[in-house]
């Protein structure tokens, strides 16, 4: 059985977003890994898009940062994002609200 890996499963978020999930929402998510499969990615939600790009951006609204283990986890709804977030295996900062909303609009 494949594993799926970090950068895999971010080149795949744009054709698991829910569009009719983002309600015309306008973000620029930072996403930073950490660990064996690391890197640094940027998602661009314009209401019903989502583009994935791969480095930072200037000013996001939020910051996801986490191991590669737990972003896999999180993002395959293995694991729940604010357990994580409670036990500090994920860091969440700048607009709190959107980290609450952003996990739901790739989830299945």
């Known amino acids: 059985m ?3 890996s970090v ?3 971010v080149n795949g978020l744009p054709s698991s977003f829910h569009a009719e999930r983002a309600n ?3 973000a ?8 064996e499969d690391a ?3 940027y998602i661009l939600i314009h209401g019903d898009t ?3 790009i791969s480095g930072r951006i200037n000013s996001p609204d939020l910051i996801l940062t986490a191991t590669s283990a737990v972003i896999l986890d999180v993002f395959s709804g293995k694991a729940d994002p604010f357990f994580e977030y409670m036990k500090g295996h994920i860091q969440f900062s700048g607009n709190m609200a ?3 909303k952003v996990i739901k609009l790739f989830q299945s």
């Open 24 to 26: 015309n929402l306008q």
């Open 50 to 52: 989502c583009e994935v």
């Open 2 to 4: 494949q594993t799926m």
């Open 98 to 100: 959107l980290a609450n």
């Open 7 to 9: 950068t895999d499963l």
């Open 39 to 41: 890197g640094e990615w």
């Open 28 to 35: 620029k998510i930072q996403i930073e890994v950490t660990g």
